[in-house]
Nanobody, 120 residues
Framework: QVQLVESGGGLVQPGGSLRLSCAAS????????MGWYRQAPGKERELVAG???????NYVGSVKGRFTISRDNAKNTVYLQMNSLKPEDTAVYYC??????????????WGQGTQVTVSS
């Protein structure tokens, strides 16, 4: 069984920083694309940032220059460094991964989500 477990969310003042982590565990053969999504109340879930196994990244326009996604392939972990946070960044942040299990099954997995609240 594969699990994605996020950590690092919390309450931060505008202009502050947070670092989210997401560790994948279980029988994993390889992880291709990993991404961070977010969903604010009353809004649809959106892709915030993604990273391929080779390190290529993409970001939604509203976070470019403020957020940085990275990954440690040896630890099956993806990170999201969030700087200059704004109230509109408030949302539940979800980790997502496209991976191949040890049984050779390719599938998409979600973490349980971690709350990020930006408020003074």
């Amino acid at each position: 069984q594969v699990q994605l477990v996020e950590s690092g969310g919390g309450l931060v003042q505008p202009g502050g920083s947070l670092r989210l982590s997401c560790a994948a565990s279980g029988s994993i053969f390889s992880i291709d694309y990993m991404g961070w999504y977010r969903q604010a109340p009353g809004k649809e879930r959106e892709l915030v940032a993604g990273i391929t196994s080779g390190g290529s990244t993409n970001y939604v326009g509203s976070v470019k220059g403020r957020f940085t996604i990275s990954r440690d392939n040896a630890k099956n972990t993806v990170y999201l460094q969030m700087n200059s946070l704004k109230p509109e960044d408030t949302a539940v942040y979800y980790c997502n991964a496209d991976l191949t299990t040890g049984w050779g099954i390719r599938d998409n997995y979600w973490g349980q989500g971690t709350q990020v609240t930006v408020s003074s």
